[in-house]
């Protein structure tokens, strides 16, 4: 049963998402319906071509539904225009990508600066101020003046992380944050996942580590477009052992 938007940021109802390939439709989710509270940090994981990455883009409006809705922090994502999707996910998303995604010809500092550019709602200086508050905040504030290329894949990603949390949104969404890291690196940047979930961050994780997987509070594998498990990993490895 859904429980009240109140203790939920995330609900989806009923999901559907079909694809055509020629003749041919192809179900990648199937009727998956899942809720996150506030301030929960959730791994999604699952074998390549499940429903993974298809169920991200349903929570961060990148793509539509068939059917079922969408519900992210009381806003129905089936009703907004593009236009006001863009705006939305500028106020409440904060998305890392597995590939950093940073403007190439930007330094540390401008990356992060933009997504306050683009909703305009501190001053220049304060944009400044923040951005330069959140590189220290993730251990980048001796790199912030370096083009992406002048600094290491670890460095990139706690940039894009920087970058995630410029305009202070409630949910941040992570899509194999760590599948381009060495094992330090991965055990860093999650470390901080961890310490902003512990500020109040909603957090959400899609991973091919189960390493990593296991040490999220709550994990929902998806198998054949549908939630098969949705458990705590280390209360799982209890009752198994």
Not at 45 to 53: D, E, H, L
Not at 115 to 120: A, I, R, S, T, V
Request: with cysteine.
């Amino acid at each position: 049963m859904m429980e009240s938007t109140t203790t939920n940021i995330i609900q989806v109802k009923n999901l559907v998402k079909r694809f055509k390939n020629g003749e041919v439709e192809l179900t990648v989710l199937n009727r998956v319906s899942m809720n996150v509270r506030f301030g929960e940090f959730v791994a999604i994981v699952g074998a390549s071509g499940n429903g993974k990455s298809t169920l991200l883009n349903m929570i961060t409006g990148i793509d539509h539904p068939t059917s079922g809705e969408v519900i992210i922090h009381g806003t129905k994502l089936n009703d907004l225009t593009e236009n006001q999707l863009s705006a939305w996910r500028g106020k409440n998303l904060g998305i890392v990508f597995q590939f950093f995604q940073l403007l190439p010809a930007l330094n540390l500092l401008q990356n992060t600066i933009l997504p306050m550019d683009f909703l305009k709602n501190l001053t220049p200086r304060q944009r400044r101020e923040r951005a330069e508050y959140l590189l220290e905040l993730v251990g980048l504030s001796d790199q912030m003046f370096k083009l992406p290329s002048q600094v290491s894949g670890g460095q990139q990603q706690r940039a894009a992380i920087a970058r995630a949390l410029a305009n202070d949104p409630p949910l941040i969404v992570a899509d194999e944050p760590t599948g381009n890291l060495d094992a330090q690196t991965s055990a860093d940047v999650f470390d901080l996942f961890s310490h902003l979930v512990d500020q109040g961050k909603t957090l959400i994780m899609v991973t091919h580590n189960p390493e990593l997987a296991c040490q999220v509070p709550r994990t929902l594998e998806i198998r054949n477009g549908q939630i098969v498990r949705d458990e705590n990993c280390s209360q799982a490895k209890d009752l198994a052992g």
